[in-house]
């Protein structure tokens, strides 16, 4: 596609329910990034993949979390259990290769656990 | 999580007038990514750099890669009203232990005044 499309946009979601959020990046990247993104603060890294191939997880909270990427193309961050205090702005993005390349955003999606 | 240190945290200026900002890290950099964020929307890509001293216009953006690859500065001339945002620097360290990822700044919050 044009650019990097995540849905839902929103998403509200009870305490102790499994949510799933998805990330298409633009057409021909093949490294995706996963970030989470509190109020008036910078992206925090959780993962990212190359193709299909996950390369670095160091960034996920906890084993609530993860992701993954089975064709190379869109991908799936899924945060089971969820608490109040995964609440935040979670951000994907894409880069043509993952060395030296330019990432760019999607618009985000907004989990509120309540 | 990790994040870099920006400076300054916030800044007030006049419409007309330049302004300057910084990004420093702790470990050596091959890429710098310049980012600006406004409310509600996702950071979009505003200048990439790959290589030490090098120097990158966008417009009336210029962004500088430092000799040392541990820092970054963003400047913006004549500084108009829609500047207003927050602007993140993001790097991408020399892959020693074979990750790609982006670590982003904390941001410079820049208000404009008319």
């Known amino acids: 596609g044009a650019g990097v499309s995540q849905s839902p946009r929103y998403k509200v979601t009870k305490r102790g329910q499994d949510v799933a959020l998805r990330c298409d990046p633009i057409s021909g990247h093949v490294s995706l990034y996963w970030y989470r993104q509190a109020l008036g603060q910078g992206p925090e890294f959780l993962t990212y993949f190359n193709y299909e191939a996950q390369q670095d997880k160091s960034g996920l909270p906890n084993d609530r979390f993860s992701a993954e990427r089975p064709e190379g193309s869109i991908s799936t961050l899924t945060i089971q259990r969820t608490e109040q205090r995964d609440s935040a702005m979670y951000r994907c993005a894409s880069s043509i290769g993952q060395g030296k390349a330019e990432a760019f955003f999607g618009q985000g999606t907004r989990l509120t656990v309540v | 999580g990790q994040q870099l240190n920006q400076s300054p945290q916030s800044m007030f200026i006049q419409e007309g007038e330049d302004v300057s900002m910084n990004c420093t890290s702790s470990s050596i950099f091959n890429t710098w990514l310049w980012y600006k964020q406004d409310p509600g929307e996702g950071p979009v890509l505003l200048i990439a750099l790959y290589k030490a001293g090098e120097l990158t216009s966008n417009g009336r953006l210029t962004a500088q890669f430092g000799i040392t690859r541990k820092d970054s500065f963003l400047n913006i001339s004549a500084s108009i009203p829609s500047d207003v945002g927050i602007y993140f620097c993001?790097?991408?360290?020399?892959?020693?232990?074979?990750?790609?990822?982006?670590?982003f700044g904390t941001g410079t919050r820049l208000k404009v005044l008319a």
């Open positions: 993001a790097g991408q360290a020399v892959p020693t232990s074979g990750t790609y990822k982006y670590i």
